[in-house]
Nanobody
Framework: VQLQASGGGLVQAGGSLRLSCSTS????????MGWFRQAPGKEREHVAA????????DYADSVKGRFTISRDNAKNMVYLQMNNLKPEDTAVYYC?????????????????WGQGTQVTVSS
C-alpha cells in the first residue's frame, strides 16, 4: 500500500493551495480518507476526513469554512482544497487511510499513511 501526498509549498497568508494524495495497493473506495497535519513541536492533529461514499465529511474547527476535502474513487485520489490560509496552518500535511466504517479523527484509526507534504504560510 502506498499513499503519496503532493501539492504543498510556500504561500502568503490569504492564499490557497490544493493538496492531492494518490493511493495504490488498496481498495480505495473501502476506506475513509483523512488529512492530518503536524507542526514542529506539536502532536499530529486531524484536519479533515471523508467517508468512502463521499457523503460525510468532518473538519477540525480551526479549518471549517476554509478547507474542503474531496475524493475521486475512480482515480483513487483524495484532495484537500485550502483557502484563506493562515500562518498557523504551517505544518507537514499527511494523508491517511482508515478501514473503519465511520469517520474517526484520531490517528490511531488510520492504518496507512503518506509521507507528508510541507505547507508554509508566510504572514
Amino acid at each position: 500500500v502506498q499513499l503519496q501526498a503532493s501539492g504543498g509549498g510556500l504561500v502568503q497568508a490569504g492564499g490557497s493551495l490544493r493538496l492531492s494524495c494518490s493511493t495504490s495497493g488498496l481498495t480505495f473506495s473501502n476506506y475513509v480518507m483523512g488529512w492530518f497535519r503536524q507542526a514542529p513541536g506539536k502532536e499530529r492533529e486531524h484536519v479533515a476526513a471523508i467517508d468512502w461514499g463521499n457523503t460525510n465529511t468532518d473538519y477540525a474547527d480551526s479549518v471549517k469554512g476554509r478547507f474542503t476535502i474531496s475524493r475521486d474513487n475512480a482515480k483513487n485520489m483524495v484532495y484537500l482544497q485550502m483557502n484563506n490560509l493562515k500562518p498557523e496552518d504551517t505544518a507537514v500535511y499527511y494523508c491517511a487511510a482508515s478501514g473503519q466504517l465511520a469517520i474517526n479523527v484520531h490517528p490511531k484509526y488510520y492504518q496507512y499513511w503518506g509521507q507528508g507534504t510541507q505547507v508554509t504560510v508566510s504572514s
